[in-house]
């Protein structure tokens, strides 16, 4: 059996796990908000004011830090107005993007809701590419000013006299193509104009976000910081608070059907999260040196070819063992990187892409990667410490990526992160492996500790996933070895995704 060794320092700390690197996303796109959350007052699905309750237990229970809406592409065609006031009086609009039409009953007042009901911070995308300041700055306006001007009154009087205080505020999504199809100079200057009516609304805690690139697109940052530093008064800093880049990982194979070697080269793809991370951090540190911005990725994770029989548009994918290792490699990725990423929000919650739950009609059920945020919890808000894993590599060749060329590579086999908060450690492993388990010998320098509690989803087949028939499937798996933690050997099954405990 392969063997490997983990040596955990608990006494050098990283930074802060920000819980926001938990996030979400949800954009109206196919069955994420319309079905996925919403689903009116009158119906048969069990709902608290058109929210489906069953999708609310399930999130609350992973502990959703924020979450991201209304796109997405979607957010730049968005005009917030349509969303508010009389449900029944508001308009039917087309979504370009999605191949809907848009009825607007779920907007700015119930998604604050849904936030509140599963716990989370809300996250607005603005819409710079066809909006325009005003309609932004009143949009935050009309959902943080207390009371006393039209639109704050214009709130209360549709329903919430208090204001929502989002703190979360994105300006433009992908502005590079969908959001405007601007160049990295021409987004400078749209964002400087879009912040100067912004800025003054900006009560702490308020995080404006900057729009980044697509993928580790080291030249869009720097043009993009280049020309801000060119034109915006040096003496502030620079004028966000978060810069936010989008990374999918993309498929190999399908959703359901891939080899050995897809398997590899989809982890592998995965693990491109961390030089994108390390390099657009090396270039924003380059243009504020006192490291006031924080790195964000607000939409990642696998983009299969849509389900068969389903409007590829809606971007519907069935969920594997396979995401559940592309969520669990990339969630430790952003936790050894704790003192830059601020925020990151997996794409997206219900039935879109890398979904944490899928739903058909009143049936629903959770997904591998659903068991990787409810692992991984215990990492929110921790402190990351430095883990050091030493391991083979699994040498691998697919024919057949989604971009129909042969790649090759050697992936890790065993990757991991630690985190210690109110005095027990979690660490988080992942054994790549498609076939083969993995002794691995851990090490706590400098401390000691009792492994309490051991989570391990694991599966006897890499194509295993949750379906309406079967949907515990895929299921984490309990145990409390009550082991001395120093020399133990924890054995990881293979394509396995593990999480201890230990007592400090
Ligand atoms: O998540 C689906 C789409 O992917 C989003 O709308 C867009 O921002 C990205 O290209």
Known sequence: MAKARLVVIPDEIIGTINPNIYGHF??????????????????????????????????????PPVIRWPGGCFADDYHWRDGIGPREDRPRTLNIWWDDVESNQFGTHEFVRFCRMI??????????????????????????????????????????????DVRYW??????????????????AGAYRRFATYLRPLQRD???????????????????????????????????????AAHYYCGTAGTATEYTHDQWYHLLAKSLEMEPLVVQQR???????????????????GAWHPAQAGSNPRHLYQQNTQRDALVAALTLDI???????????????????????????GARMLTTPTYHVYAMYAAHQGGQAVRALVEGETIDWVAEDGDDG?????????????????????????????????????????????????????????????????????VAPHVEHPDLAANGATVTLPPASVTTLTIAL
């Not at 109206?28 to 609310?56: A, F, K, M, Q, T």
């Not at 066809?130 to 209360?156: F, I, K, M, Q």
Request: aromatic content about 8%; some cysteine.
């Open 205 to 243: 805690p308020m995080t404006l976000i900057a729009c980044g690139p697509l993928a580790n697109d080291r030249d869009y940052t720097r043009r993009f910081l280049e020309q801000i530093v060119r034109t915006c008064p040096p003496q502030h800093g620079l004028p966000f608070q978060g810069y």
């Open 405 to 473: 060329a042969a790649h090759r590579g050697a992936l890790p086999q065993v990757a991991g992160s630690a985190s210690v908060r109110d005095g027990a450690l979690t660490v988080s492993l992942v054994n790549t492996h498609a076939e083969e388990p993995l002794d691995l010998v851990l090490a706590l320098l400098g401390a000691d500790g009792t492994i309490a509690t051991r989570t391990t989803l694991a599966s006897d087949d890499i194509h295993a996933h949750n379906t309406f028939d079967e949907p515990t499937r």
């Open 170 to 187: 994105g300006v433009g999504n992908e502005n590079w193509g969908c959001g405007g199809a601007f160049t990295p100079e021409e987004y």
């Open 282 to 300: 090396a270039t924003l540190d380059s243009y504020d040196p006192q490291r006031q911005v924080g790195l964000i990725v607000d939409e990642w």
């Open 334 to 360: 952003f936790n050894r990187h704790a003192d830059k990423v601020i925020m990151t929000n997996i794409a997206q919650t219900i039935n879109v892409l890398q979904a944490m739950v899928l739903t058909d």
């Open 119 to 164: 716990g989370a911070e809300p996250y607005i995308c603005g819409n710079v590419g066809s909006g325009s300041p005003r309609e932004l700055r009143d949009w935050v306006e009309y959902c943080n000013y207390p009371s006393g001007t039209t639109l704050s009154d214009e709130r209360a009087a549709n329903g919430d006299r208090q204001p929502f």
């Open 26 to 63: 949800a954009e109206h796109l196919g069955g994420c908000i319309y079905e996925g959350i919403w689903v009116g007052e009158d119906s048969p699905i069990p709902n608290r004011d058109g929210i489906r309750l069953d999708v609310v237990d399930a999130l609350r229970r992973i502990r």
